[in-house]
């Protein structure tokens, strides 16, 4: 188990979940719960994919490139970012094939419907920084722009090849929620690749660009972005409630709600982190809403949600 919802003394929900930390050569270092069992990385494949795209012919500054790894919040910096990496190479939103959507961010939302905004758009997605590095690959490579999220695509043969490769097993693909193709993996596997992320050079430049940038991966005040800039790591969220995190010491943690809560497996995250003693007293009170959730009733704390890992050392 992962994490329990607490109100009022009373354990309202549990949630189940695997949870794996691997070293860069696949050690198995501890874990809890069915690491073995598949389910799709989603936007935890965001920082491989962002490798491939700047190998293509992206050409992206460091900004840019966060943006490419990104599943942001739909900020206004976000959008702004988004729109740049397409206007100077001569396209413009209506290229993205990303559902239309609200930004992630509901104070996001607000603004853009308190200024008149009439319905949702491609830009505000929160994969709309990966959509727009793909296209600017496409358009250095001369490949087809209007095909790019076909699985049979060059681009997307590309990046399945090296995430494969990469996970050392082939792996079954899907299609994410923004219409792209997105691999499947197990949390052992996403922990391995976690590890490599922290410690190849092959993903360096990557790397660099997710720590340097939390706010940009995401938005300021999510779990990930609060545990890369408190600790020496980058961090990754996944739809449906996966969460990678990469130490700088070469160790990929990895976990998996299987219900899919975010929020369970940010809570499981933190715990694990404090378990292998990555969480300096200077970052404790950064994450301790992180750690421990508060739960409300009627605007009042009336509980919390806890971790429930028990983690089997190797």
């Known amino acids: 188990m992962l994490a329990a919802r607490i109100r009022s003394n009373i354990v309202e929900a549990t949630h189940e979940g695997a949870l794996a930390v691997v070293t860069a050569d696949g050690e198995l270092i501890a874990h809890d719960g069915d690491i073995e069992r598949p389910f799709f990385l989603r936007s935890a494949e965001k920082p491989f994919q962002a490798v491939i795209a700047q190998t293509e012919g992206a050409a992206l500054r460091p900004v840019e490139l966060a943006l490419a790894a990104a599943s942001h919040d739909g900020e206004p910096v976000h959008v702004a970012i988004v729109e740049s990496m397409l206007g100077e190479v001569g396209l413009d939103a209506s290229r993205l094939r990303c559902p239309p959507s609200w930004p992630l961010s509901s104070e996001a939302t607000r603004r853009l419907q308190n200024d008149g905004a009439r319905g949702p758009r491609s830009v505000l997605s929160n994969c709309s920084g990966k959509h727009a590095a793909w296209l600017r690959s496409c358009l250095a490579r001369g490949w087809p722009l209007d095909s790019y999220l076909s699985p049979e695509h060059p681009l997307q043969t590309r990046i399945t090849s090296f995430v494969a490769e990469l996970a050392g097993e082939a792996t079954q693909m899907g299609i994410d929620g923004c219409g792209a193709p997105v691999l499947a993996t197990t949390t052992r596997v996403m922990a391995h690749l976690y590890a490599l992320l922290a410690s190849s050079p092959e993903l360096s430049e990557v790397r660099t660009v997710m720590h340097r940038y939390p706010a940009l ?96 050392w190797s």
């Open 217 to 312: 991966i995401s938005g300021a005040n999510n779990g990930e972005a609060v545990i890369a800039s408190s600790l020496d790591a980058v961090a990754k969220r996944g739809a449906a409630g996966c969460l990678g995190v990469a130490l700088e010491s070469g160790i990929g943690l990895a976990v998996k709600a299987w219900d899919g809560s975010q929020e369970a497996a940010v809570v499981a995250m933190v715990a694990a982190l404090t378990s292998l003693g990555r969480v300096p007293a200077t970052a404790t009170m950064a994450l301790e809403s992180y750690a421990v959730p508060p739960v409300f009733g009627g605007g009042e704390v009336v509980g919390r949600v806890e971790p429930r890992i028990d983690l089997n």
